[in-house]
């Protein structure tokens, strides 16, 4: 357990220390649920009210903990800090867990500032706004072990294209944030949701609501996802560390 | 002398490349060792090896009686190593470096603090203890490097080309460092630098397409090859040994 805390909490260190990860993890959600209010102080749309586009955001902003963690990992992969590390006692699972375990309260934090922002602007506090923050565990998991797939099988600069512009991308455009998904046609709908993110959107949405009942299939989608997903970045992972 | 290291028939394929080939090589306790030969010669996939980075294809190496092959588990709680690049933690300071690596063997608390105060005294760095690794010089960035594979109390210690890009400076104070650890651990030390070789080394071996050409004092390479300087029996070793000059 010494290894893993040690290694750990280095990681949580490299990812708080940047700059970036601050400024795009924390700031840009904030600002864009500032902006996405203000507009809707002045032309009032269903869609940007806080009840219904705050759960969005936090999820949104779970994309940029995918990029952190796969930017770290290839960086690890890239240096020699890794192959020093490789030749200590550290256990595989100690890598995968210490890369996996530390974004996670990172996600939690960066839902609690989006309610906290949210609540300033006006949304009416209720106990759901807790299981809301507790509930987003379930996409972070998802998207912390793509962030460990894409580390593991990426370049930094590959992470950088692949993490920074087409996740983010899907996660703002498939998700049904900030526009209903039904207006991009049927097929894209169907594409949508085929993939985790408005799920991930809707589970968030129904515990805001308190429709406890309309967790399902959302919650089954992003679980599958998320487990599907840790194995691959697992074997990926361990591949990988055998390459090395 | 008790040796640290025995190799016996060690041999790496890469696919179609032999990348090492049946090496057999004894390094005794507490030797300075250093392996030299040009690029590809095997160099460092030998240290990879030895280091259970890379499993061998076939052969084996006991290091401390400890078998890479079989109990690389066990191999890992005796070495250290201190990579070819700088491989430090760059968004940590100096002194959170050395507490990683206190952290990844297991130490408490009270260990850790002592053997990172140690670390700081014996390689200088007081000075630059809070300074993150990413702001320190490439001498620095070295040393704490070498600070960081020593803080473990390891038996036997691979330096990968540990002077590569430092200025002379910085290079002769590093190799102060080395010197300073002579005897009381097995250091084995891959470099390009002939003169570094020659300054430091109990023992060298040059490589060459995965085999070991000769082993040798500087001073009995020379004569086996009857030159006056290091570099030039060197070159004469990698250049006519195995190529009708079998030595």
């Not at chain 1, 290894?3 to 909490?9: E, N, V």
């Not at chain 1, 290839?74 to 996996?100: E, H, M, N, V, W």
Request: glycine content about 8%.
């Amino acid at each position: 357990m010494k290894r893993l805390f040690a290694f750990s909490g280095r990681t949580m260190k490299e990812i708080l220390r940047d700059p970036l990860t601050m400024g795009f993890g924390l700031g840009f959600p904030v600002l864009l649920l500032l902006l996405l209010s203000l507009i809707q102080a002045n032309i009032p749309v269903d869609m940007f009210e806080l009840t219904h586009l705050t759960p969005g955001i936090t999820v949104f902003g779970l994309s940029f903990m995918t990029l952190f963690s796969a930017q770290l990992i290839s960086k690890d992969r890239g240096s020699s800090l890794l192959t020093r590390l490789y030749t200590t006692p550290l256990k595989a699972t100690d890598f995968i867990l210490g890369y996996f375990l530390p974004v996670l309260p990172l996600c939690l934090a960066q839902s609690v500032i989006c309610y906290i922002v949210a609540l300033i602007l006006g949304m009416q506090f209720s106990i759901n706004i807790i299981w809301a923050i507790l509930m987003v565990l379930v996409p972070s998991f998802f998207y912390v072990a793509l962030g460990l797939l894409c580390g593991s099988a990426l370049t930094e600069k590959q992470v950088g294209g692949i993490c920074g512009a087409l996740l983010t991308n899907f996660s703002a455009w498939l998700s049904g944030i900030w526009f209903d998904i039904d207006m991009l046609g049927k097929g894209i709908k169907t594409f949508a949701n085929a993939l985790p993110f408005i799920h991930a959107v809707e589970l968030e949405r129904a515990v805001v609501r308190g429709d406890f009942s309309a967790i399902l299939p959302h919650l089954w989608w992003v679980l599958g996802y998320a487990v599907v997903l840790t194995v691959i970045a697992v074997f990926v992972f361990l591949r990988q560390m055998k390459r090395q | 002398m008790k040796n640290a290291i025995e190799i016996k028939g060690l041999t790496k394929d890469y696919k179609d490349i032999r990348a090492v080939d049946n090496l057999d090589l004894e390094i005794r306790e507490g030797e300075l060792f250093s392996l030299l030969g040009v690029n590809g010669a095997g160099k460092t996939t030998t240290i990879k090896m030895l280091c259970c980075i890379t499993t061998p294809t076939s052969g084996d190496a006991l290091l401390n009686g400890k078998s890479i092959a079989r109990n690389a588990e066990e191999v890992k709680k005796i070495i250290a190593v201190s990579p070819q690049e700088t491989a430090v933690a760059s968004n940590l300071s100096v002194e959170e470096n050395l507490f990683l690596m206190c952290g990844v063997h297991g130490f408490d608390k009270e260990k850790a603090r002592q053997k990172t105060a140690e670390m700081i005294e014996e390689f200088k760095l007081d000075r630059i203890r809070s300074k993150k690794a990413s702001k320190l010089s490439g001498g620095w960035q070295r040393r704490l490097s070498i600070a960081m594979a020593l803080i473990s109390e390891p038996q036997i210690l691979f330096l990968d080309e540990p002077t590569l890009g430092l200025d002379v400076i910085a290079r002769s104070e590093l190799w102060d460092s080395i010197r300073e650890l002579k005897g009381k651990v097995t250091i084995i030390l891959t470099t390009h630098y002939m003169e570094e070789a020659e300054e430091l080394s109990d023992r060298i071996g040059v490589m060459r397409d995965g085999r070991l050409l000769a082993v040798g004092t500087a001073a009995e390479l020379k004569e086996l090859t009857g030159e006056d300087k290091f570099e030039n029996a060197f070159i004469k070793l990698v250049k006519t040994t195995g190529k009708g000059g079998e030595r």
